[in-house]
Antibody, heavy 123, light 111 residues
Framework: QVTLRESGPALVKPTQTLTLTCTFS??????????VSWIRQSPGKALEWLAR???????YYSTSLKTRLAISKDTSKNQVVLTMTNMDPVDTATYYC???????????????WGQGTMVTVSS | QSALTQPASVSGSPGQSITISCTGT?????????VSWYQQHPGKAPKLIIY???KRPSGVSTRFSGSKSGNTASLTISGLQAEDEADYYC???????????FGRGTKLTVL
């Protein structure tokens, strides 16, 4: 059974750096084709893709946020970490990690999601 | 990259069918057969219900179906049930630089 779980601080202050961890089971990022993405959802708003890390350690970021994001993985621990610098109240959102698979010539859908972690940015 | 366009809300009575549209551009929906749909109940994580435009993951009801014509993808739910009341989001692959774009979401109300 594939599961993902997000963890991190519930409250951060403006200008601080946010660090979120996605701990997963049921698959390995050492397996060809496996990838993990971070997606967020501001209260009452739509989903927004943030970043992706692939089995081969390739990393991709949202164009609008790439200067503030960094994604990394620890394959032995089955964890993916996302850092977001210079947090602002508009970054208040629920942050999800989700699995996505590369099928050889295309990326499939986000098939399994974590339950999400709510992050509030406030002084 | 702009969000995909979805109606803000749709409604239907139990047993009826409804369709939710998702309009993109020739850079996303129109170029790839890689539209996915997600169901999200309040306070819950999104759940994949349609992938690659029209395929259903194991365990998803056959009442959910997907299709595409040009730059517009559609999700149809037949035989509406009370449990279908939720928010629905479409998502399309948009090329290697943008990766994916989501729709703004549609709130389905079962009357």
């Amino acid at each position: 059974q594939v599961t993902l779980r997000e963890s991190g601080p519930a409250l951060v202050k403006p200008t601080q750096t946010l660090t979120l961890t996605c701990t997963f089971s049921g698959f390995s990022l050492g397996t060809t084709g496996m990838c993990v993405s971070w997606i967020r959802q501001s209260p009452g708003k739509a989903l927004e893709w943030l970043a992706r890390i692939d089995w081969d350690d390739d990393k991709y970021y949202s164009t609008s946020l790439k200067t503030r994001l960094a994604i990394s993985k620890d394959t032995s621990k089955n964890q993916v970490v996302l850092t977001m610098t210079n947090m602002d109240p508009v970054d208040t959102a629920t942050y999800y990690c989700a699995r996505i698979q590369y099928r050889g010539s295309y990326y499939d859908a986000f098939d399994i999601w974590g339950q999400g972690t709510m992050v509030t940015v406030s002084s | 990259q702009s969000a995909l366009t979805q109606p803000a809300s749709v409604s239907g009575s139990p047993g009826q069918s409804i369709t939710i549209s998702c309009t993109g551009t020739s850079s996303d929906v129109g170029s790839y057969n890689l539209v996915s749909w997600y169901q999200q109940h309040p306070g819950k994580a999104p759940k994949l219900i349609i992938y690659e435009g029209s395929k259903r993951p194991s365990g998803v009801s056959t009442r959910f179906s997907g299709s595409k014509s040009g730059n517009t993808a559609s999700l149809t739910i037949s035989g509406l049930q009370a449990e279908d009341e939720a928010d629905y989001y479409c998502c399309s692959y948009a090329g290697s630089s943008t990766f994916v774009v989501f729709g703004r979401g549609t709130k389905l109300t079962v009357l």
